[in-house]
């Protein structure tokens, strides 16, 4: 991987010699540390893209093991409301409910339903936690209720509780005992303190790789800012409705912008873990690093959507780019997240043999059930919006008197996410820059991409093919595979542009290419 000897080198450049396999492909463990202090079960992140990550995706990747960043191409409010929603998917005791007092209406009750997704919610005396609990309101509760109804008329008052103080999993065995939706927990004078959710029960028993603060059992919460004034007014929003990381998303993360930023998060909120980037040389992370970066993303022109390398002669090819990048920064334990590049499950493994503990996915991801946006039909198939945030596209939503909707020609962003809230300050222009330009200089396109189906289906199919892959290198866990290379018992080989095609399917007069059932 000497750039000096070979040039720069991207995943296609080179291949990885097997192994020796003496254990089955579902042993090999994939858990990853993408941060200082935040480990997943699963290597996957999905981009801060408009046209991939909101809610939907961010739970969904949670679940499944990864995280998905929501993007900040939005209003602050519109993103922390995303923010909130991914922590309040999945619990274990939940220390802030939603209560109300017995004098709030059914129409209260549907109101929460439509925005936060849930109506069972507990009743104390004055609407308040730490009040007493006086009942319980369900969705079989409202059923056919007229909206002005009070709930004192509707409420459930026949209560199964749980004494403060019950470990979570004697407060689970109640839950399941009690066949009830709901568990409150009271203290020895009645009074709400946290409350269980059955949902929770069911997701563990579902989702066990989600990956969850071990304190707090929610879903971990990922989300983008910029590193304008602005963006600490923003990221105190996201922090309020639960944040666990923040992605400083701009395209040359060298900068005083971004380094003042990190040491005023470091400052302001000590716990938050910080990813820093983007960065593709050792100069470029060291800058990051000492000013407390708790992980550092890498990645200049490698997107499929991405143009910088071309119109501005500036970038890295990926491989070279990871490779320096985080055999500099595991001097200082701090991990490092491909970001671009990644095309298929073979790019996802090299990556991590370079040394990344996770890789960050836009259009491995954009088409699918999950991303923002509505399908539609382009040359007779069904596909999804997809645009880089340097188009001139993505620069141009939120401003003052420009719709988000555009017209209908092939490429563009005709079913990209709407305005859904006040014109805000572009999350575009910052990432490059660009705010002041009065010509905006595109640095990413606009297209479509095919439907690839629901994530849930998808992100357990790049599991599984990790795993393989690395049973055929012939090593257990992530960790040993990158413990091989620096060892020198996992081996690279260059390969030659007629080897590339060699790999590929060749020879056929046509084929269909199916990934997974």
């Not at 999905?46 to 949670?62: G, K, N, W, Y």
């Not at 059955?198 to 910029?226: E, F, I, M, W």
């Not at 470029?284 to 200049?300: E, P, T």
Request: charged share 20%.
């Amino acid at each position: 991987m000497n750039s000096r000897v070979h040039g720069g080198l991207t995943y296609n450049d080179f291949l990885m010699l097997p192994g020796k396999i003496d254990f089955p492909a579902s042993d090999v463990i994939t858990e990853t540390r993408i941060t200082r202090n935040v480990v997943l079960k699963t290597p996957f992140m999905s981009s801060p893209m408009d046209t991939v990550t909101e809610t939907d995706m961010a739970i969904s990747l949670a679940l499944l093991g990864g995280i998905g960043v929501i993007h900040h191409n939005q209003s602050p409010e519109s993103q922390a409301a995303m923010v909130r929603a991914v922590k309040r998917h999945e619990n274990g005791f939940i220390t802030d409910p939603v209560v109300f007092s017995p004098k709030h209406t059914v129409a209260d009750v549907l109101d929460i339903k439509a925005r936060l997704g849930f109506c069972g919610i507990p009743i104390t005396e004055t609407g308040s936690l730490g009040a007493k609990l006086v009942g319980i309101v369900t969705s079989r509760d409202v059923q056919f209720e007229s909206p002005d109804t009070l709930l004192c008329d509707v409420m459930t008052t026949s209560l199964v509780t749980a004494p403060q103080g019950v470990t979570l999993a004697e407060a689970n065995q109640i839950l399941r005992s009690s066949k009830k939706g709901k568990l409150p927990i009271i203290d020895d004078q009645g009074r709400l303190t946290s409350l269980l959710a059955r949902s929770d029960l069911l997701k563990n028993q579902n989702y066990p790789l989600a990956s969850k603060d071990p304190d707090s059992k929610q879903l971990y919460a990922a989300a983008a800012v910029g590193t304008r004034p602005s963006d600490k007014d923003r990221l105190k929003l996201l922090v309020e409705a639960g944040l666990d990381i923040a992605i400083l998303d701009s395209s040359q993360g060298n900068s005083l912008f971004q380094i003042e930023m990190i040491r005023w998060i470091k400052q302001t909120f000590p716990k938050l873990e910080v990813i820093a980037g983007n960065v593709v040389t050792r100069e470029q992370a060291a800058s990051l690093i000492a000013a407390g970066a708790d992980a550092l993303r890498v990645g200049m022109g490698s997107g499929s959507i991405c143009i910088t390398q071309e119109i501005m002669a500036v970038g890295r090819p990926q491989a070279t780019a990871v490779f320096a990048v985080a055999e500099f920064a595991s001097k200082f334990g701090v991990p490092v997240i491909a970001d671009g590049g990644i095309g298929n499950v073979g790019h996802i493994v090299k990556a991590l043999a370079l040394g990344a503990s996770a890789v960050m996915m836009g259009g491995l991801l954009a088409g699918t059930t999950e991303a923002p946006g509505e399908y539609f039909y382009h040359d007779g198939k069904r596909v999804k919006s997809y645009r880089g945030m340097g188009s001139l596209e993505a620069m141009e939503q939120g401003r003052p008197g420009v719709s988000g909707k555009v017209n209908s020609k092939p490429g563009s962003t005709k079913h990209a996410p709407q305005p859904s809230s006040k014109p805000h300050e572009n999350a575009a222009t910052s990432r490059y820059f660009s705010e002041s330009s009065v010509v905006k200089v595109a640095q990413g396109v606009s297209g479509d991409v095919q439907d690839k189906g629901s994530v849930k289906a998808f992100i357990p199919y790049l599991h599984v093919g990790v795993q393989h892959s690395l049973q055929d290198i012939g090593v257990r866990s992530v960790a040993r595979l990158q413990d091989g290379v620096k060892e020198g018992s996992v081996r690279f080989e260059l390969r030659t542009a007629s080897a590339q095609v060699e790999g590929g399917v060749h020879g056929l007069h046509s084929y269909t290419k199916r990934l997974y059932a």
